[in-house]
């Protein structure tokens, strides 16, 4: 417990403070006795008034950080009120019998010069002469703003320690996100591929088993990160799909057009391409040729704007296939809250805009 009560003493800071604040005290309390003994003409020295109240002011300088210390170890708990209040009490005695202890000494040696066992009696008398209750006064009112102090620091810890938990859990939740997407996407991409190597295209499969393998490179890069630059992740895009085009050439054209002033922005990774793959789903399920998948990117009033336009069979209700739209939008709200858009509007001709806005650097990698 001593060495508990020695790790929360106040810091260096307070002790000084402290001191001038005890010390500030006295000199107006000294002040406000020098001039009531002009008023009643008595002539007397402001310094040596000053001296006189230094044992009784003064001594809280050092006796006020130790009461404060001791509210770091005695918690005021509802169930315990009884031992806390025994112990309060028990720590009050103390601290009062070394106040008084010390003033008297003091008051003895700046009256007399010396010590002796007459002397120390006259400063007895004098201290049981003295206001004691303004004593208790001062010490309750310690002991009280160390009470508050304390619960304040705890308090700030303790929101300390939540927002630390908070955000640990966030990475573990969104951890736990972006790890299904890995098995969804590559369990897709692989079907493609051996849909190539069933048609005998060895040229595309081996391309996009090249493809793939950049593809699971960054998957493994990036796995204990939530961000990616925008570029890179246009990069993994174009990689997908050029393994898409090598499977369904004569059914997918695609177009990305991307703000060269947004690449360097970051985003959270593998959030994109799940819309991407999205929409290149529904274009494979159509049985026009060339059906247009058009991707672009800008930025506008500090937020990141990804418009999506792909053509949809006339029956689709654009529901998603899998985990990939339910799963970007549950990033979203976990990474901002509300302050984000994924909005899927039907356009005509058989088309469809999926919109997402997000704020830009906002995020913590």
Not at 17 to 33: D, E, H, I, K
Request: hydrophobic share 45%.
């Amino acid at each position: 417990m001593f060495k508990t009560f020695i790790d929360n003493l106040p810091s260096r800071y307070f002790w000084l403070a402290n001191v001038l604040f005890w010390l500030l005290l006295n000199s107006m309390a000294a002040t406000n006795s020098y001039r009531m003994s002009l008023h009643f003409n008595r002539p007397v020295e402001w310094l040596d008034v000053w001296l006189e109240y230094l044992p009784w002011w003064g001594n809280w300088a050092l006796i006020a950080p130790l009461v404060i210390a001791s509210t770091q170890i005695i918690s005021l708990e509802t169930d315990k009120l009884f031992s806390f209040v025994l112990k309060t009490i028990g720590v009050m005695l103390f601290f009062f019998s070394f106040y008084w202890g010390l003033t008297i000494i003091e008051v003895a040696l700046i009256a007399n010069g010396y010590v002796n066992i007459q002397v120390l009696e006259e400063s007895v008398a004098q201290l049981l002469l003295s206001p004691l209750h303004m004593d208790l006064l001062v010490y309750l009112a310690v002991l009280c703003s160390g009470y508050s102090f304390t619960y304040y620091k705890r308090s700030r810890q303790q929101t300390i320690r939540n927002k630390e938990l908070s955000e640990q859990l966030l990475q573990v939740e969104l951890q736990s996100l972006k790890s299904q997407l890995n098995p969804h996407f590559l369990f897709n991409t692989l079907n493609t591929i051996a849909s190539l190597i069933r048609l005998d295209d060895k040229r595309h499969a081996i391309k996009a088993l090249s493809e793939l393998s950049f593809m699971l490179r960054k998957v493994l890069e990036n796995q204990r990160h939530q961000l990616i630059s925008l570029e890179q992740e246009v990069e993994f895009i174009q990689s997908y799909l050029t393994i898409q085009k090598m499977r369904f050439s004569h059914k997918l054209k695609t177009s990305v057009n991307i703000d060269n002033e947004c690449l360097p922005l970051e985003v959270p990774f593998m959030l994109l391409q799940p819309l991407v793959e999205n929409a290149v789903q529904h274009g494979s399920q159509l049985e026009s040729d060339e059906n247009e998948l058009k991707l672009s990117i800008y930025c506008r009033d500090n937020y990141l704007h990804v418009k999506l336009i792909n053509k949809i069979p006339e029956k689709d209700e654009h529901k998603g296939f899998g985990i990939g739209l339910s799963n970007c939008r549950k990033r979203l709200e976990k990474l901002f809250e509300l302050d984000f858009q994924l909005v899927l509007t039907p356009l005509e001709s058989g088309y469809f805009e999926t919109y997402l806005c997000m704020p830009i650097g906002v995020l913590d990698a």
